[in-house]
């Protein structure tokens, strides 16, 4: 299994314990067609999205370190009431953070680098966290 699939696989695992009853996966999709899709609200989808590894200057005596980026992105709708289906986004983005912030996996510790609103229409609100991890290559 490649190294980007284990450390999805860590935050799935953590996010997954963090919160019952949500839609938690890989992101099944664009976004927008995911949106249409899924049936559970809330949910919060999980994506690879970069790795930047730094140059043979900074490992000549250790392992090369590469940092990783992965989207969360967190979907709430709310058909009744946009203030609440806002605050229900409010709610799971805590839990993601509660799940994500300092998690550590092999070398390395997660942090959010990033998080805004990406849509708001209908009662559907889209949130998207950036996490980074650094790790030392070869140990994933």
Same mark, same amino acid.
């Given at each position: 299994? #490649?190294?980007?699939?284990? %450390?999805?696989? !860590? $935050?799935?695992? !953590?996010?997954?314990?963090?919160?019952?009853?949500?839609?938690? *996966?890989?992101?099944?999709?664009?976004?927008?067609? !995911?949106?249409?899709?899924?049936?559970? $609200?809330?949910?919060?989808?999980?994506?690879?999205?970069?790795?930047?590894?730094?140059?043979? +200057?900074?490992?000549?005596?250790?392992?090369? =370190?590469?940092?990783? #980026?992965?989207?969360?992105?967190?979907?709430? &709708?709310?058909? &009744?009431?946009?203030?609440?289906?806002? &605050?229900?986004? @409010? =709610?799971?983005?805590?839990?993601?953070? #509660?799940?994500? *912030?300092?998690?550590? @996996?092999?070398?390395?510790?997660?942090?959010?680098?990033? =998080?805004?609103?990406?849509?708001? +229409?209908?009662? /559907?609100?889209? @949130? =998207?966290?950036?996490?980074?991890?650094? /790790?030392?290559?070869? %140990? !994933?």
């Amino acid at each position: 299994m #490649s190294t980007i699939a284990k %450390i999805e696989d !860590a $935050m799935l695992a !953590a996010l997954r314990a963090a919160l019952p009853g949500v839609e938690v *996966d890989t992101l099944p999709g664009p976004p927008e067609e !995911a949106a249409r899709r899924t049936m559970r $609200m809330p949910a919060v989808w999980v994506i690879f999205r970069s790795r930047t590894f730094k140059g043979p +200057e900074f490992f000549e005596d250790t392992a090369p =370190e590469a940092e990783y #980026s992965f989207f969360v992105l967190v979907l709430s &709708r709310n058909l &009744r009431s946009a203030k609440e289906g806002a &605050r229900g986004a @409010y =709610e799971v983005l805590d839990s993601v953070h #509660s799940a994500l *912030d300092g998690l550590q @996996y092999q070398d390395g510790e997660f942090w959010p680098a990033n =998080e805004q609103l990406l849509d708001c +229409e209908a009662g /559907l609100f889209v @949130y =998207e966290i950036t996490y980074k991890i650094s /790790l030392k290559e070869g %140990i !994933a």
